[in-house]
């Protein structure tokens, strides 16, 4: 017990809001209390934690001043609020039952990694907790995933369906115990259990841990239900396992992340920086992409990627995978392409026997499915490729409190919502891909569930511009809004709704597939809709994740966002408020010939940027790049001769693609922004080594396409000469950015046999001067210097050094992304901040 001294006695009554459920809080205040001798007690409710303590004044001071200084490292205090009382005469301290309010406000903690504690639990021969899998106490484990309503108690969880056996109870009820209200502990005689399951869904017999090595030597594919979903999983060293795995899924290139043993075997494979360690080896345990060392891993795990996403086994489970044979395997998540991660043990069967040859399942119910967070390190700070398992659903910190609740709805790829309440921004779980019915659906639920534990009700709602985004009707029907595209002032005066321009959704769905529930009017209050341009919502976004206040300049590169005219935007300098925005700087535009067809096909972008800009010498240098497409360039050409299904687009991720085909990188994609990632990571590499072209470990896909062989040399450019200089020319009239001068320089340098890595590093560069001339522009125009950087090309690490660089050293203020990535999965923070102000300036 803590010394204290004076004799005045004292009650005070405290509440504590935060993240201060389900991480260790009220057991951390008990023993507290009986440190410094103080009676009273302590309960959970919908706001936080209601305590009151009473003892001698001198102890109350020590104890509230140890409160915050000695809490437990997962848990956050946002507020504190403390009203003296009159002493009672009560005894001891006690924790005691939960008290439902009507309007909840606690935050509800993430996923957490097994901490340390637990892990030696699991391996140390003996202990009750030896090779369970789902051990956990109240510094780890499930918590999101498993919550089904608030206060959070046993009872508002998955676990409710396993009752604890008499030692797990003695522990859950010892406040001196770590386990002490730890709402999912449970051990092999009480809790969940795992089964083993051929791929017609019958049991194996015999120990499953057993046979799980047998097979995964054999080659095997599993799909293994974790804590958010499920995993398909094979060893990441067997390479046939790798490319069987890779045709069953239909994913021929895109990297797969894999799990690692631990921190040694990380280390094995990949360079890891201390901030790359430390981020692993944290309580998210997101996967982290990594720089492998050549030569130590199949190609197949990450095709022309000179990086893996990696991670650490976050829960008891992935611990028993691993043995002195097995240190590295395969974990990509569990789903079709554009479908949401399987969760259920029915659904996996049916889903995903296609892909696997047998399943690893278990009888934990998975509440909120949860797809593992992505993020990388860049600039020394860790950046949010995809915010999901282990950060969400813990909030953002806005600088405003708003007067209403807000959703922000997200877009068609990389899908989250977002909910505001005061001044806390609540981003939903990774959602993906709004393609199909199965994610709208998948939204729907992900939607309704959180409103339902937050208790918020959005009068205001924020959404994309684009009049084919399928979640726009989808929420429009949710919050019973009839016409929803008739009458709507915002709607008008961001554009009036036109059309496409020829880019097509995969799939043939329009609306919201008869999902309905009203998720949001209070009484007859209507709910507010108010259209955010794409652009103007990254930009919305970074302001947001900064909590930077008026004006600033956003330098907005990703591929598509529809504009207010009606084409497809995508690299943009602008003028913008939470409120509103100007565009002042803009790439010169560039029909897509087929519209998404080009975008699955970049030599088709670059054709059409040799047509559009090179004039008639365009036609020839396009059949020159790509031969033996001659009639699908003659093709390209009438088509934008007579203007057929080619829309107009100023995308940034565009001219990425062209570059790319034009040097032979990458002429189809077989995923999203693969064309990019293949020409940045090569950039990256040869601007940090000066490699030659044999020391970068890329392929081409057309060795002819890039190589100065005689036909080539047979050919003209013009009289550009680059080969000597670190970028090429562009121009800046108008406020349009034209790339002739690019394209030319490009050609020059291939045909001048310059190394296709160098090719690359000088195409980045110029693209870094074309972000500083656009942003030299709008500060001529606007006297502003604090820019932010968002939009999914700024997840390149080498443009975001390049410009970054670039825009201090001529005196503007740079802000990226902090809390939410840059892509659009931070798209809907930004809707529902500019819809808010877009409300409050009616």
């Not at 109870?169 to 809790?191: E, I, K, M, V």
């Not at 197949?300 to 000179?306: D, E, K, S, T």
């Not at 509440?367 to 860790?382: A, T, W």
């Not at 074309?770 to 820019?787: K, Y």
Request: aromatic content about 8%; proline content about 6%.
């Amino acid at each position: 017990m803590k010394e204290t001294s004076g004799s005045g006695q004292a009650c005070w009554h405290i509440r504590i809001t935060g993240m201060v459920q389900g991480v260790g809080f009220r057991p951390y205040l008990y023993r507290l209390a009986q440190d410094y001798g103080l009676a009273g007690w302590v309960l959970n409710d919908g706001e936080g934690v209601e305590l009151e303590v009473q003892g001698p004044r001198s102890a109350l001071a020590g104890f509230l001043e140890a409160l915050p200084q000695e809490k437990p490292p997962l848990a956050q205090i946002h507020g504190l609020t403390k009203q003296e009382r009159p002493p009672a005469a009560v005894t001891g301290f006690e924790i005691r039952a939960s008290v439902l309010r009507s309007r909840p406000q606690v935050l509800i903690p993430p996923d957490l990694a097994i901490c340390p504690q637990c892990r030696e639990e699991v391996l140390a021969p003996g202990e009750r907790y030896h090779h369970y899998p789902f051990t956990n106490c109240t510094y780890c484990g499930p918590r999101f995933t498993v919550v089904k309503g608030l206060p959070y108690d046993r009872v508002r969880t998955s676990m409710a369906a396993f009752k604890m056996c008499p030692e797990c109870a003695a522990d859950y009820q010892n406040p001196l115990h770590r386990r002490f209200h730890a709402q999912p502990t449970a051990c092999s005689r009480c809790g969940p259990q795992v089964t083993l399951l051929d791929r017609e869904g019958v049991p194996l017999a015999g120990n499953w841990e057993e046979t799980f090595f047998a097979l995964l030597r054999e080659g095997k594919i599993f799909a293994v239900k974790g804590i958010g979903g499920f995993h398909l999983v094979c060893s990441a060293l067997n390479q046939d396992a790798v490319q069987r795995l890779r045709e069953a899924k239909k994913r021929p290139f895109r990297p797969l992340a894999v799990m690692a043993k631990d921190v040694a075997t990380v280390e094995k494979y990949c360079r890891v920086s201390p901030l790359e360690r430390e981020t692993l080896l944290g309580p998210a345990a997101p996967i982290v992409i990594l720089d492998t060392k050549p030569g130590t891993l199949p190609e197949n795990l990450a095709p022309q990627q000179p990086t893996l996403g990696v991670m650490l086994p976050y829960s008891p489970l992935h611990i028993l995978f691993f043995s002195e044979e097995t240190d590295l395997l395969v974990m990509t998540s569990g789903n079709a392409r554009g479908l949401p991660i399987v969760k259920d043990n029915g659904e996996a069967l049916r889903d995903l026997s296609p892909f696997v040859d047998y399943f690893l399942v278990h009888d934990r119910e998975i509440v909120n499915r949860c797809d593992d967070s992505v993020v990388r390190v860049i600039q020394g700070s860790v950046h949010f490729y995809r915010r999901s398992r282990g950060y969400v659903p813990a909030p953002v910190a806005l600088a405003l409190d708003t007067e209403a609740d807000v959703l922000g709805c997200g877009g068609e790829m990389k899908n989250t919502f977002c909910l505001i309440k005061g001044r806390n921004a609540f981003l939903s779980q990774h959602l993906g891909d709004m393609t199909y019915l199965e994610g709208l659906e998948n939204y729907r639920r992900a939607l309704r569930h959180l409103q339902g534990l937050l208790e918020i009700a959005p009068r205001i709602v924020g959404y994309d511009l684009h009049p084919q985004y399928s979640v726009t009707p989808l929420v429009r029907e949710l919050f019973e809004v009839p016409n929803a595209g008739e009458g709507n002032a915002d709607t008008e005066r961001d554009g009036g709704m036109k059309g496409s321009g020829g880019i097509k959704r995969s799939g043939d769905i329009t609306g919201s597939g008869g999902i309905k529930g009203n998720l949001g009017r209070k009484g007859d209050e209507p709910v507010r809709f108010f259209a955010v341009q794409h652009h103007h919502a990254h930009l919305v976004s970074a302001m947001a994740d900064n909590a930077l206040e008026g004006e600033v300049i956003g330098a907005i590169l990703d591929g598509t966002g529809y504009g207010p005219d009606g084409t497809l935007w995508g690299f943009e300098i602008l003028r913008g408020t939470y409120r509103s925005f100007t565009r002042l700087v803009h790439l010169a535009p560039v029909p897509l010939p087929g519209g998404e067809r080009a975008v699955l096909n970049p030599w088709l972008t670059a054709t059409a940027y040799l047509l559009t800009y090179l004039g008639e010498e365009g036609k020839s240098l396009a059949e020159r790049c790509f031969p033996g497409k001659e009639k699908d360039v003659a093709r390209v050409a009438r088509m934008l001769e007579h203007r057929v299904n080619a829309p107009w687009a100023s995308g940034a991720g565009r001219l990425f693609d062209a570059a790319a085909a034009l040097l032979g990188i990458c002429l189809t994609s077989t995923y999203d922004g693969q064309a990019a990632m293949e020409l940045g990571e090569l950039a990256r590499v040869s601007f940090s080594a000066d490699a030659s072209p044999c020391e970068v470990p890329f392929r081409s896909e057309e060795p002819a396409s890039y190589r100065c062989d005689d036909a080539w040399q047979e050919g003209s450019v013009g009289q550009f000469v680059s080969g000597k200089s670190t970028s090429y020319p562009f121009s800046l009239r108008d406020g349009v950015l034209e790339v002739d001068g690019l394209l030319r320089g490009i050609l020059s340098d291939r045909q001048d046999g310059l190394a296709v890595g160098k090719i690359a590093v000088k195409f980045h560069r110029t693209v870094a001067q074309m972000v500083l001339a656009g942003v030299e522009e709008a500060f001529r125009l606007t006297g502003l210097r604090r820019v932010v950087l968002s939009g999914g090309v700024w997840q390149n690490p080498l443009l975001l050094d390049l410009a970054g660089e670039l825009l201090s050293a001529n005196g503007f203020t740079v802000y990226t992304h902090r809390a939410v990535p840059a892509n659009d999965g931070g798209l809907s923070l930004g809707q529902a901040v500019a819809a808010y102000h877009m409300w409050l300036g009616e």
